[in-house]
């Protein structure tokens, strides 16, 4: 197969809108390094192969026929991506997602990787991973506005006919912003009992298990029938920009995330991690915020929280990078989002094994797990109500070319059945104070409650 290229006169929005009911349709922005929006979005829907994975057993599903494996995911994910790959041209001036690997990997495929106990309530329908192969992809570059169709075929009438096809579905779809009803959100457990964990944690890090763990707590909402999870998706990205926004419909699983952490971005064999770790919320007014950008910028507590993970994330990208080629180029560097400030460190690397390698080298990130990284997510499973599922996994789309980039899934809402949740958490140390982190998981999650009011989808519709 080798890309076919058109070019095509639409938005992510409206193009979505008409996709976005099918299974396993995906819209996928990125970032370049430190902007706060994503430069490009991507969309793909009708994956040629589905895998997907579930304590342990994975299943591959393609037009031919489902197979199901106990094997290890990521060595699955290597084996099918090089089955369905192209003659791995890329086409000059264009984004740099043409077409591949494209989807979600929970929490929860730690297990794959490493033994851990199972303490937390189980969600058996919710898969630990969900990615297809798309040989189709709508890509958008915002800065030049442009769109264009990429297709991977065997000949350009083979392409033709599958344009054809796609025209046809996009063809006088029109976006309606909807009004959706106010939701009753309310967290998984009480106040004092989250920060009851907290100092749970910090009892672990002065006994000498660890040196820092993140926890997080969830909240909780019942959706009226009418509840339109699409529109306020489109909502939620007006009121919470992000660089790596996504919305994956996974049929009867939504996933909905305005994230600002990337995780590991491949390009020419040179990796980028940028981890977070640091917060302080936006002010109320100019002075205020500016306040709260000096604090956090002379914190000492939040540069050691950050440090500790660039440390972890440089040994782990060792795994499968040259000897000597990881290196820092940034540490506890100060950025501004919409609703909080973050530190965000730089680390790259030169790979010496595939993406695929890469993302199970660092699985899952270190800065929603914590150091060492294997008992604090013994920790996390005793302490936390429920398994993570999607929330501090990634979304990440690895093309056939071999270049690739993810995002950490924070800022995350995942739709399942008549409930929605969202998880937010932060780096607890031995300097944390049980009050302030429990605000810091409230800052966290304030643009995205704000997205649900009623005000806030006024100004959308």
């Known amino acids: 197969m080798k890309p076919f290229v058109f070019d095509i006169k639409t938005d992510p929005e409206t193009a979505f809108a008409a996709l976005q009911t099918q299974p396993y349709s995906l819209w996928l922005d990125s970032a370049d390094s430190g902007h706060a929006q994503g430069r490009f979005s991507y969309i793909v829907s009708h994956p040629v192969e589905m895998i997907e994975a579930k304590d342990g057993r994975v299943t591959v599903t393609n037009a031919a026929q489902q197979t199901a494996l106990r094997c290890d995911p990521f060595e699955i994910l290597n084996e099918r991506l090089e089955a369905w790959k192209s003659e791995a041209e890329t086409v000059e001036g264009l984004p740099p997602f043409q077409g591949g690997l494209a989807g979600f990997f929970g929490y929860d495929l730690a297990r794959s990787i490493e033994k851990l106990p199972t303490a937390t309530r189980l969600n058996p329908h919710m898969p630990d991973m969900a990615v297809g192969i798309y040989d189709r992809v709508i890509a958008f570059d915002h800065e030049k506005n442009k769109a264009w169709l990429i297709i991977h075929a065997e000949s350009k009438s083979e392409a033709e006919r599958k344009r054809t096809v796609l025209m046809h579905i996009l063809k006088n779809r029109k976006t309606e912003a909807k009004e959706n009803p106010v939701l009753n959100w309310s967290p998984a457990e009480l106040a004092e009992s989250y920060k009851a964990k907290i100092r749970r944690v910090i ?3 002065n006994a000498g298990d660890i040196f820092q763990a993140n926890l997080s707590q969830r909240f909780e909402a019942v959706l009226p029938p009418s509840f339109d999870r699409f529109s306020h998706y489109l909502t939620m990205r007006r009121v919470n920009p992000a660089p790596f926004a996504a919305y994956m419909n996974l049929g009867g699983i939504v996933i909905s995330s305005a ?12 990796v980028t991690t940028r981890p977070i770790k640091g917060t302080r919320p936006r002010g109320r007014d100019k002075k205020e915020d500016e306040r709260n950008r000096e604090e956090l910028a002379h914190s000492a507590k939040d540069r050691a929280e950050n440090i500790m993970i660039v440390d972890l994330l440089r040994s782990d990208l060792s795994k499968v990078c040259k000897p000597d080629s990881v290196e820092l180029t940034d540490l506890c560097k100060l950025e501004t989002f919409a609703g909080v400030h973050h530190l ?3 680390i790259e690397g030169t790979l010496t094994k595939t993406p695929i390698d ?8 270190g800065s929603i797990t914590g150091a060492p990284k294997i008992r604090s997510m013994e920790i996390i499973e005793e302490l936390e109500t429920a398994r993570r599922g999607p929330y501090c996994g990634a979304m990440a789309w690895i093309g056939f070319d071999g270049a690739m980039n993810s995002s950490i899934l924070i800022r995350t809402l995942v739709y399942q059945g008549n409930k929605v949740t969202l998880q937010t958490g932060g780096g607890i140390t031995a300097g944390s104070d049980a009050e302030e982190e429990y605000r810091e998981t409230l800052a966290k999650a304030e643009k995205i409650f704000r997205s649900f009011d009623a005000s806030a989808q006024k100004k959308i519709a």
């Open 259 to 270: 994230s600002p952490e990337q995780f590991l971005s491949v390009q020419d064999n040179e």
């Open 203 to 205: 009892e672990y890090i």
């Open 344 to 346: 965000v460190s730089t």
């Open 358 to 365: 890469l993302l199970r080298a660092c699985f899952p990130g």
